[in-house]
Nanobody
Framework: QVQLVESGGGLVQPGGSLRLSCVAS????????MGWYRQAPGKQRERVAD???????RYGASVEGRFTISRDNAKNTVYLQMNSLKPEDTAVYYCNADPRNILIGNFWGQGTQVTVSS
């Protein structure tokens, strides 16, 4: 069974930092681009960042320069380091695995809540 399990969310003050982690099934992790997406109430889900099997990353414009995505292939884990957090970063953050194979599809974690508030 394919599983993606996120952790690290919580309540943080503006300007603070959090580090999210996602552990995925190895058979999927090793062949997938891994990504972080988020969804705030009343808004569509948006891509925050993703990273290829070879470690090439990209970021959404709203988080560029503040967030860093990384992956540890030995641990089947992808991370999202979030610095200089703003209230508008408040959302449920989801881990995604995309093997880019139409016969497999992609996979999602259950989400972890990040709340940035004074």
């Amino acid at each position: 069974q394919v599983q993606l399990v996120e952790s690290g969310g919580g309540l943080v003050q503006p300007g603070g930092s959090l580090r999210l982690s996602c552990v995925a099934s190895g058979s999927i992790f090793r062949l997938s681009t891994m990504g972080w997406y988020r969804q705030a109430p009343g808004k569509q889900r948006e891509r925050v960042a993703d990273i290829t099997r070879d470690g090439v990353s990209r970021y959404g414009a709203s988080v560029e320069g503040r967030f860093t995505i990384s992956r540890d292939n030995a641990k089947n884990t992808v991370y999202l380091q979030m610095n200089s957090l703003k209230p508008e970063d408040t959302a449920v953050y989801y881990c995604n695995a995309d093997p880019r194979n139409i016969l497999i599809g992609n996979f999602w974690g259950q989400g972890t809540q990040v709340t940035v508030s004074s």
